[in-house]
């Protein structure tokens, strides 16, 4: 289980109605040569919007062996592909597919549309997704430019696609990495799983070493649960997904392999868990907080909690507890928003149980 898991077309992206359904054969080596060019940034890409269960609304899919026909045409969106270098390959400002399974995608033109059936498709997932999640951070203010909030994990981010043999991803911090691994519905299928990792490098750049205590390890699930639901979200309304399935639950396409009960779901943002209900199991406890994470955003709205608790992040201990990481966001919160918004953070985190506050 994992860690932590073509219809509307958009108008800025010119030429994308001329390569809807269209499969790019491989290219051989021998024609890396061919390239876009400097300054040739934008492509086209097809992808899931963050998933198709979410999109389709349709709890019955399942994996089928990576099969193409077991997700339906209208679970693909073709959107543009940014902040890439003119190499051709899936590199650029925010992100970085330096491992694979079989080829690596390549485009002349930059252009990666491919079915699920074909692993170039998850390795598109993923860097999309990686560098949809740093757009989001940086639209929020997140770019360390005079005036704004500090950077966070303002780099192309390396992504090993497949190249674990388990139903399983995992950021190591250390070689600074993000490896998203295989079994039942590949890891770099669903959007939420790749954001759910991103999660993990993000706290990384803010606080080098976080999560070497219990807590501070839940509050890291956490979130990357709950930034691959906002992130999920807001990508998802950019380029014209609905919504047709449960926005708490996460990894609802992932989950599918593993899961019996519906929705599916790795984990929910949802719960009612409180801290008298640890078990010292870091997934399990971190529903404690990102359920205190999802009342500030259904409060605040999406853009103000998520600058709050993405800020506050930055004066976390590498082992923080609940009740200090929980006052770094109440004093965040003060500090951006004043009373109203420190007094809806403060009820979040009391609502759960926290001690002290």
Same mark, same amino acid.
């Given at each position: 289980?994992?860690?932590?898991?073509?219809?509307?077309?958009?108008?800025?992206?010119?030429?994308?109605?001329?390569?809807?359904?269209?499969?790019?054969?491989?290219?051989?080596?021998?024609?890396?040569?061919?390239?876009?060019?400097?300054?040739?940034?934008?492509?086209?890409?097809?992808?899931?919007?963050?998933?198709?269960?979410?999109?389709?609304?349709?709890? *019955?899919?399942?994996?089928?062996?990576? *099969?193409?026909?077991?997700?339906?045409?209208?679970?693909?969106?073709?959107?543009?592909?940014?902040?890439?270098?003119?190499?051709?390959?899936?590199?650029?400002?925010?992100?970085?597919?330096?491992?694979?399974?079989?080829?690596?995608?390549?485009?002349?033109?930059?252009?990666?549309?491919?079915?699920?059936?074909?692993?170039?498709?998850?390795?598109?997932?993923?860097?999309?997704?990686?560098?949809?999640?740093?757009?989001?951070?940086?639209?929020?203010?997140?770019?360390?430019?005079?005036?704004?909030?500090?950077?966070?994990?303002?780099?192309?981010?390396?992504?090993?696609?497949?190249?674990?043999?388990?139903?399983?991803?995992?950021?190591?911090?250390?070689?600074?990495?993000?490896?998203?691994?295989?079994?039942?519905?590949?890891?770099?299928?669903?959007?939420?799983?790749?954001?759910?990792?991103?999660?993990?490098?993000?706290?990384?750049?803010?606080?080098?070493?976080?999560?070497?205590?219990?807590?501070?390890?839940?509050?890291?699930?956490?979130?990357?649960?709950?930034?691959?639901?906002?992130?999920?979200?807001?990508?998802?309304?950019?380029?014209?997904?609905?919504?047709?399935?449960?926005?708490?639950?996460?990894?609802?396409?992932?989950?599918?392999?593993?899961?019996?009960?519906?929705?599916?779901?790795?984990?929910?943002?949802?719960?009612?868990?409180?801290?008298?209900?640890?078990?010292?199991?870091?997934?399990?406890?971190?529903?404690?907080?990102?359920?205190?994470?999802?009342?500030?955003?259904?409060?605040?709205?999406?853009?103000?909690?998520?600058?709050?608790?993405?800020?506050?992040?930055?004066?976390?201990?590498?082992?923080?507890?609940?009740?200090?990481?929980?006052?770094?966001?109440?004093?965040?919160?003060?500090?951006?928003?004043?009373?109203?918004?420190?007094?809806?953070?403060?009820?979040?985190?009391?609502?759960?149980?926290?001690?002290?506050?």
């Amino acid at each position: 289980m994992p860690v932590s898991r073509i219809r509307p077309l958009v108008a800025s992206a010119a030429g994308l109605a001329a390569v809807a359904g269209l499969v790019i054969a491989a290219v051989p080596s021998t024609s890396y040569a061919a390239k876009p060019g400097p300054g040739t940034s934008t492509g086209v890409a097809r992808v899931f919007l963050p998933n198709p269960v979410q999109s389709l609304g349709d709890e *019955s899919l399942t994996d089928q062996k990576d *099969s193409a026909g077991a997700v339906p045409n209208g679970g693909y969106y073709l959107v543009p592909l940014t902040n890439l270098d003119g190499s051709g390959f899936l590199v650029g400002d925010w992100a970085n597919v330096r491992t694979e399974t079989g080829d690596p995608a390549y485009s002349p033109t930059n252009t990666f549309v491919y079915d699920r059936h074909d692993d170039r498709f998850e390795q598109v997932m993923a860097y999309f997704w990686a560098t949809e999640a740093q757009k989001y951070l940086r639209s929020l203010g997140f770019t360390g430019a005079p005036g704004q909030f500090r950077a966070a994990n303002a780099e192309s981010q390396d992504l090993r696609i497949d190249q674990w043999g388990a139903d399983n991803s995992f950021s190591w911090d250390k070689h600074d990495y993000i490896k998203l691994g295989k079994g039942g519905v590949d890891d770099a299928e669903d959007g939420e799983v790749i954001v759910h990792e991103y999660g993990h490098a993000v706290h990384d750049s803010q606080v080098p070493g976080f999560g070497s205590s219990v807590e501070a390890g839940s509050i890291g699930e956490a979130f990357g649960d709950y930034l691959s639901v906002t992130v999920g979200l807001h990508v998802a309304a950019v380029y014209g997904a609905p919504l047709n399935a449960d926005a708490a639950c996460v990894a609802d396409w992932d989950s599918t392999s593993y899961t019996s009960r519906v929705p599916h779901c790795l984990r929910r943002v949802d719960t009612d868990l409180t801290y008298a209900d640890r078990n010292g199991e870091v997934h399990h406890d971190g529903q404690i907080w990102s359920r205190a994470l999802w009342d500030i955003r259904n409060s605040l709205g999406a853009s103000t909690a998520d600058r709050i608790i993405i800020e506050a992040q930055f004066d976390f201990a590498p082992d923080t507890s609940f009740h200090d990481a929980a006052e770094a966001t109440i004093a965040t919160a003060q500090e951006l928003g004043g009373n109203n918004a420190a007094n809806v953070v403060r009820n979040a985190f009391h609502d759960r149980g926290i001690p002290g506050i």
